[in-house]
């Protein structure tokens, strides 16, 4: 007899943004985690980044914000501990660096000032703790040879994203499935653009259908920030992806063995 199949329930949101989180939308994230999710109790929780806004440490003079980096940080651990006490207790708890936290990382003069950057780190904060529960992922794009940029499980691949042009769903669903192997039967979830989609089949024509999928989870972050006013934020929306897929199946790239969804938030 072989091995049982194990499978994975998983839950992902996107782009909080911190401290301007809308709390609508974390509310309602909470809600319907402690209502167990659609597919059963989870074992995964993944925030796909941009948890913090992070532009109040940056080094261009116009980015002015009433609120400290401290705000941030505390705004962004009273998100990650609400979520956390609502999961069940073995629930794996992921996040993976977006962007906008990336910037409070990187060593770029371009965005943080060199003499304070060793001060910017949330693992060096009061709230330390908080986020070590957390596993936490590079913001660096997969590729063949480095892939600390997603987190796979099963024939899912997560990650926050790098393109943000009306096709980069699409686009960049087939850079991460092939940076991750080529293998059929991929399905990215990822966030970055605020657009929150359900599962689209990547295609090579309007006829010519290929085996990868991608799901965008939204954002649970502002949805009409001022640095957006003169642009268009009407596809913007909070949301979750549920899902589960099947983790330890012997033949697991001969067939889809996943199923998820995004639920879109009010």
């Known amino acids: 007899m072989g091995a049982r199949k194990r499978l994975a329930r998983f839950a992902a ?5 911190c401290p301007f989180q809308r709390k609508e939308s974390i509310d309602q994230v909470i809600t319907k985690l402690s209502d167990g999710g659609p597919y059963g109790p989870l074992t ?14 940056s080094v261009h003079p116009g ?5 400290t980096l401290s705000d941030e940080y505390e705004a962004a651990a009273g998100v990650l501990e609400s979520i956390r006490k609502v999961l069940p207790k073995k629930c794996n708890l992921h996040f993976l660096h977006g962007n906008h936290d990336d910037n409070l990382l990187v060593s770029d003069g371009r965005r943080t000032n060199p003499a ?5 780190v949330w693992s060096n904060t009061q709230w ?10 590079p913001y660096v794009k997969p590729s063949i040879h480095d892939q600390r940029g997603c987190l796979q499980i099963g024939q899912m691949i997560f990650a926050h994203g790098w393109l943000s042009s009306g096709n980069s769903d699409e686009m960049e669903g087939l850079q991460l499935a092939y940076a991750c192997g080529g293998h059929a039967h991929r399905c990215v979830v990822r966030g970055h653009t605020h657009r929150p989609r359900d599962v689209i089949q990547c295609q090579r024509s309007q006829t010519v259908l290929l085996p990868y999928w991608v799901i965008n989870a939204g954002s649970c972050g502002p949805l009409q920030p001022a640095w957006m006013a003169r642009r268009d934020v009407s596809q913007w929306r909070p949301a979750i992806v549920w899902g589960e897929c099947k983790v330890n199946s012997p033949s697991r790239f001969a067939a889809r063995e996943w ?7 009010l």
């Open 116 to 120: 304070t950057r060793d001060l910017l």
């Open 63 to 67: 980015s002015e914000y009433g609120h």
């Open 13 to 17: 949101i996107s782009c909080t943004h």
């Open 44 to 57: 995964d929780f993944i925030m796909l980044g941009d948890l913090h806004e992070s532009a109040c440490a």
């Open 259 to 265: 199923t998820a969804h995004t639920e879109i938030l």
């Open 128 to 137: 330390a703790n908080v986020y070590a529960r957390w596993k936490q992922y």
